[in-house]
């Protein structure tokens, strides 16, 4: 898959989104707004606005991130992540690589997953708004 280089998102996206989509750093928890975000719609990465997540599959895990129970169909890739040490599964967006979060095996049914995002690597778009175009992930 091609995929663009990590500093050639720098004019796209805001500091705090880039370190985390491209160097898979981690937002402080309970200092996404989308937390709170409740209204239908579509959650789309915040680098190449890939749709990766319907509202009705958000929960709130008590966690302080955004947490899924589902991705929407090859939204995203996963890969073992062994920063901690311990082995994790760590999953991007399929089209651009961007480091989303982790996905554990404590969630709610109906598939006991949680997708644990950071909201400064997703876009909220609300029902009835258009998707934005998905943006070109050239060749690094």
């Given at each position: 898959?091609?995929?663009?280089?990590?500093q050639d998102w720098a004019a796209d996206l805001p500091e705090a989104a880039c370190h985390v989509l491209f160097d898979e750093g981690t937002?402080?928890?309970?200092?996404?707004?989308?937390?709170?975000?409740?209204?239908?719609g579509t959650f789309?990465?915040?680098?190449c606005h890939t749709p990766l997540f319907k509202h009705d599959t958000k929960f709130d895990s008590g966690t302080g991130w955004p947490s899924f129970w589902r991705p929407l169909p090859g939204a995203v890739e996963t890969k073992t992540d062994f920063k901690l040490i311990v082995p994790r599964t760590e999953y991007h967006c399929a089209h651009c690589g961007g480091h989303q979060?982790?996905?554990?095996?404590?969630g709610p049914?109906?598939?006991?997953?949680?997708?644990?995002?950071n909201g400064v690597a997703?876009?909220?778009?609300?029902?009835?708004?258009?998707?934005?175009?998905?943006?070109?992930?050239p060749e690094a």
């Amino acid at each position: 898959m091609s995929r663009k280089a990590p500093q050639d998102w720098a004019a796209d996206l805001p500091e705090a989104a880039c370190h985390v989509l491209f160097d898979e750093g981690t937002e402080r928890a309970g200092s996404s707004p989308l937390n709170d975000e409740k209204r239908p719609g579509t959650f789309i990465c915040a680098a190449c606005h890939t749709p990766l997540f319907k509202h009705d599959t958000k929960f709130d895990s008590g966690t302080g991130w955004p947490s899924f129970w589902r991705p929407l169909p090859g939204a995203v890739e996963t890969k073992t992540d062994f920063k901690l040490i311990v082995p994790r599964t760590e999953y991007h967006c399929a089209h651009c690589g961007g480091h989303q979060g982790h996905v554990f095996g404590d969630g709610p049914a109906p598939t006991g997953q949680r997708y644990c995002n950071n909201g400064v690597a997703l876009r909220f778009i609300p029902e009835g708004e258009s998707l934005p175009a998905i943006r070109e992930v050239p060749e690094a």
